[in-house]
């Protein structure tokens, strides 16, 4: 418990709600707060409760909230459910109960792996698998390493899925008795590792952890895509109608295609390549992200914008030969 609560991603987005502290003073405590954790932990410590504690607290607690939810106010969630009352999850306690404990345990398996991954490769290395200094990863190496993790990510997602997971085979078995096992509807947050642990292993932990053994970042640019990957898998397969942003809206409504159609296409995270191969079941991303920029107006708001800022260019410019006509006005004066 110590570890989790000084983890610097929980201190430093809970500082801003906790104090009236400024950005430099939220940085200053995030660095001193690395540190501490640096010197007084073990990095693969430090990794595998980190990564644990993201998993548990953007994955398991929102997706037990929205399981409530949606099974005890049905009425209130029909609506908001992508394909409407057919993806309300069966009011079956015996059986939610079976599938929440399996995804705790795929969890928890989870967790073993990586940790065997991290000691057998740190022992290879004579040195972390991750990079673990007191030194903060500048924001560019930041950016870089997180698209080509998220770049990989895509790759892998969508080429194991579409070839291993739902092709002829016993891994391909196994992902449709567990994972597809539920009526053709929009699947919800719970179900995301309410799977077959050796299906679950190459379509939610490989794609993730080997781009990340490969180019090996560091920890704190882990914890991000770490982050961020369990957020977006979360909402994407959290099945509601309403899941905010251009791009999320269409993961959500891409994901529960997938589901609905059984697992026809759609078989990559964002979508890209099933634009590519062809194999998009309903609205592919180029249409989704065209459809989602009309309807919160990106075109009207980026033509004002640019309107706006010519405007005030024009402004300025107005303002300076004013000024210099002044200034001449003065000098003939003289």
Known sequence: MDVIL?????????????????TSLNLLFFYMTW???????????????????????FWLLPSLFFLAFDTLVPSLAEPIK??????????NASSLVR?????????????????????????????????????LPLPWQIVKH???????REVLTYYLHRHV?????????????YAHSCKAAAPYALMLYADHPLPLML?????????????????????????????EETLSMSGYSIVPGIIMGGIARRTAAHYASGA??????????????GTSVGKDVIEDIRDEAEKHQVKERGRKAVDDTGSLVQDGIDGLKKSRKGRKKRSDGY
Request: no cysteine; hydrophobic share 50%.
């Open 6 to 22: 000084s983890l610097p991603i929980v201190s430093y987005f809970a500082a801003p709600m906790l104090t009236s502290w400024s």
């Open 35 to 57: 540190t501490t954790l640096v010197f007084s932990h073990s990095p693969l410590k430090i990794e595998l409760v980190g990564t644990l504690a993201v998993r548990l607290v």
């Open 82 to 91: 992508l394909y409407g009352s057919a993806s309300v999850p069966r009011r």
């Open 99 to 135: 599938q929440a404990l399996l995804a705790i345990v795929n969890l928890a398996l989870f967790t073993a792996l990586q940790a065997a991954i991290s000691i057998a490769a740190t022992s290879l290395l004579n040195r972390p698998l991750f990079k673990t200094s007191t030194t």
């Open 146 to 152: 997180i698209a080509t993790l998220f770049t990989a």
């Open 165 to 177: 997971l739902h092709s002829r085979g016993p891994v391909a078995s196994l992902h449709a008795r």
């Open 203 to 231: 379509s939610r932990l490989l794609p993730i952890y080997l781009p990340s053994l490969v180019i090996r970042p560091h920890l704190l640019t882990y914890f991000l895509f770490t982050l961020l990957t369990t957020i």
């Open 264 to 277: 026809r296409g759609n078989y990559g995270a964002w979508g890209l390549l099933d634009w590519i191969h």
